[in-house]
């Protein structure tokens, strides 16, 4: 049974550029979750999707989006990168409120 | 705001033992999660508490007290392999299946 599956594992970028990252969900879950992780921090959340919609949104400008398919897979588009950009993206993914099973994550950096 | 306050750093010597605190606001409180994540890796689940009292597995265990917005993570037997960051996360009423996470704890372990 493959866990939560993230990628690419590693991408750098410059800043203004766009970047889509991917995830795809542990088996049987249904909502996935998306964290930034800035070295030394802990996980801040980004946002969350369920049935393929938006449902919670945490403190993240509009240049942060994404998307559920029918499959729960998820991706996470981030626009006109900043170097402030740079962190460690987590996908969690999960069945409705229960432990969240986190992927490897990617580490982006903006240059 | 719904702040998470832990220690940003602790040593401890191998076979010691360790206790980890972490405070939180109880406005809103439904859940607390531990998490260990060793350097460039994901966030890996340790426990779970939503009543008070403790929860032991193993060598980890974990306590929770609602009305004091107080839960601490007790690692026994310590090892070097122990050497991580422990991320205390909760779940708030409104929240979702959204996780508040501390910004971790960097326990090291030495001979």
């Known amino acids: 049974d493959a866990g939560v599956t993230q990628s690419p594992t590693h991408l750098i970028k410059t800043r203004g550029q766009q970047v889509t990252l991917r995830c795809s969900p542990k088996s049987g879950h249904d909502t996935v979750s998306w964290y930034q992780q800035a070295l030394g921090q802990g996980p801040q959340f980004i946002f969350q999707y369920y049935e393929e919609e938006e449902r919670q949104r945490g403190n993240f400008p509009d240049r942060f989006s994404g998307h559920q398919f029918p499959n729960y897979s998820s991706e996470l588009n981030v626009n006109a990168l900043l170097l402030g950009d740079s962190a460690l993206y987590l996908c969690?993914?999960?069945?409705?409120?229960?432990?969240?099973?986190f992927g490897p994550g990617t580490r982006l950096t903006v240059l | 705001g719904q702040n998470i306050d832990q220690p940003t750093e602790m040593t401890a010597t191998e076979g010691a033992i360790v206790q980890i605190n972490c405070t939180y606001q109880t406005s809103g409180f439904n859940g607390l999660f531990w998490y260990q994540q060793h350097a460039g890796e994901a966030p890996t689940f340790l426990s779970y508490n939503v009543l008070d009292g403790l929860e032991e597995k193993g060598r980890f265990s974990s306590f929770l007290s609602r009305s004091k917005g107080y839960s601490y993570l007790l690692l026994k037997e310590l090892q070097m392999k122990d050497s991580a960051s422990y991320l205390c996360a909760v779940f708030f009423t409104g929240g979702g299946n959204k996780l508040t996470f501390g910004t971790g704890t960097q326990l090291k372990v030495e001979l």
């Open positions: 969690a993914s999960s069945l409705t409120r229960n432990e969240q099973f």
